[in-house]
């Protein structure tokens, strides 16, 4: 299972950002979490799912807010689980924990720990590091087209949408990364799902062969 544990940056400066997140995380991750997102200290939240595709999109929810250390523990979780995410235990929240405090000290302020794969936990963290640094370093414009490509629209009407030709949205689809972005989430899920299965299952390493996600 996968275990977010994120804190908040430079929380004694700045307002509390903890009850927005955790109702923009449970809006957009409710039924895929195995247990609503939590607050479990004044400037922390965490969440639990069995799902690496929910793990990964609350990961880009919080990186892309831009005030928060995240840790991703991946892990045995222990059963049954109790009624809140602060209350549950298992291998995934300390290997969360360790994960947040490495974060801090991470220019991507993303940590990852836990599992057992094909590649490391450190090994799969530095690939999904490049995808962070990508995004780190999209604007808003590139943002503006991007959240309208990943709603399925075309250039052509991304143009009209925003009043620029459509030269200028291909400028931006360019500049923000947004192709080599999009191709790597597949990889990334799977080396994720591969480091939760031989954790938490004891099933095989993924083969080359094997179909994708």
Do not use: C
Request: glycine content about 8%.
């Amino acid at each position: 299972m996968f275990v977010l544990t994120a804190d908040q940056i430079d929380s004694r400066n700045t307002f509390d950002r903890v009850g927005s997140m955790l109702a923009l995380l449970d809006e957009q991750l409710g039924p895929r979490l195995a247990l609503s997102p939590d607050r479990t200290a004044g400037d922390e939240l965490q969440l639990l799912t069995r799902h690496a595709d929910a793990a990964l999109e609350a990961l880009a929810i919080l990186a892309r807010d831009g005030h928060w250390s995240v840790g991703m523990g991946v892990g045995s979780v222990d059963l049954p689980l109790p009624d809140a995410a602060r209350a549950a235990h298992g291998d995934a929240f300390v290997a969360a924990r360790s994960a947040v405090e490495y974060a801090k000290r991470s220019p991507t302020r993303f940590g990852l720990v836990g599992g057992a794969g094909l590649l490391r936990d450190a090994e799969v963290r530095a690939i999904i590091d490049l995808v962070l640094t990508v995004r780190a370093r999209r604007s808003t414009e590139g943002w503006a087209v991007v959240d309208l490509l990943e709603e399925g629209r075309t250039q052509a009407s991304i143009a009209d949408a925003l009043g620029i030709s459509p030269q200028a949205v291909s400028l931006r689809v360019s500049a923000s990364g947004w192709r080599l972005d999009r191709s790597a989430l597949p990889a990334i899920l799977r080396l994720l799902e591969d480091l939760d299965g031989e954790s938490g299952s004891g099933a095989e390493p993924v083969s080359a062969e094997s179909p994708s996600i």
